[in-house]
């Protein structure tokens, strides 16, 4: 069945929208897809306060992750959504689907045994469906058994994204207030 990925080791189901999402690294080639999502997404860039990044800054930190053997760079993939025309830009080059969001983790960041997540972002279009949360569930299983804890650094005054990380079962563990706050959850 087209765009049914279900095979997928990486693919999961989310429960709300019945959407498949495949996750898969990003390389400095998708830095033009990546900048159009973030040209969409321009509110997170507000709230912590940094200009929408050029192309060639999105470029250069692709490559910087693909340098660093503890960084990933991850693009939420998914089929067409229901009812939303999406950017053109925002078609996966390496798949039938679309991309409707990034996230970016560490390992051993930032003690050995834990993973940061430094962003995780989901196109407006396709928020508040369950997206993030399968993004977050399936991220905690590929981790769980080599990750002891999982973290999500969360910069500026970013209410929602503490809202969305709480509903997931993470706590308040790292104060580095006013630029950032951690939110921790032991994986079993
Ligand atoms: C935060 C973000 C990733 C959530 O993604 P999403 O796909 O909309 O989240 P989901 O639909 O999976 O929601 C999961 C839970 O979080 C809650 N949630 C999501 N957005 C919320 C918001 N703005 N305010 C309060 N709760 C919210 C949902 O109610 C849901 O709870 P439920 O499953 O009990 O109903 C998304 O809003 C985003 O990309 N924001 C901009 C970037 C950002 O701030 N990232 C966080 C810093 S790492």
């Given at each position: 069945?087209?765009?049914?990925?279900?095979?997928?080791?990486?693919?999961?189901?989310?429960?709300?929208?019945?959407?498949?999402?495949?996750?898969?690294?990003?390389?400095?080639a998708d830095s033009a897809v990546v900048h159009a999502l973030y040209?969409?997404?321009?509110?997170?860039?507000d709230i912590i306060s940094i200009p929408l990044p050029t192309t060639?800054?999105?470029?250069?930190?692709?490559?910087?992750?693909?340098?660093?053997?503890?960084?990933?760079?991850?693009?939420?993939?998914?089929?067409?959504?229901?009812?939303?025309?999406?950017?053109?830009?925002?078609?996966?080059?390496?798949?039938?689907?679309?991309?409707?969001?990034?996230?970016?983790?560490?390992?051993?960041?930032?003690?050995?045994?834990?993973?940061?997540?430094?962003?995780?972002?989901?196109?407006?279009?396709?928020?508040?469906?369950?997206?993030?949360?399968?993004?977050?569930q399936q991220l905690e299983e590929r981790l769980s058994g080599r990750?002891?804890?999982?973290?999500?650094?969360?910069?500026?005054?970013?209410?929602?994204?503490?809202?969305?990380?709480?509903?997931?079962?993470?706590?308040?563990?790292?104060?580095?207030?006013?630029?950032?706050?951690?939110?921790?959850?032991?994986?079993?």
């Open positions: 069945m087209p765009g049914d990925s279900t095979s997928e080791p990486a693919a999961v189901r989310s429960q709300r929208l019945d959407l498949v999402l495949s996750m898969r690294t990003a390389t400095p040209e969409h997404n321009p509110q997170y860039f060639d800054e999105v470029a250069t930190e692709l490559a910087a992750a693909a340098r660093d053997e503890r960084r990933v760079i991850e693009l939420v993939c998914a089929p067409e959504l229901t009812g939303v025309e999406l950017d053109p830009r925002l078609r996966d080059r390496d798949g039938p689907g679309w991309v409707v969001g990034y996230l970016d983790y560490k390992l051993d960041y930032p003690e050995v045994g834990d993973a940061t997540v430094n962003l995780l972002l989901i196109h407006r279009a396709a928020r508040e469906r369950g997206v993030g949360r399968n993004v977050v990750v002891n804890r999982l973290l999500a650094s969360i910069y500026g005054r970013n209410l929602a994204a503490r809202r969305f990380w709480e509903g997931l079962g993470y706590r308040y563990a790292i104060d580095a207030r006013p630029v950032v706050e951690w939110y921790g959850k032991t994986l079993l």
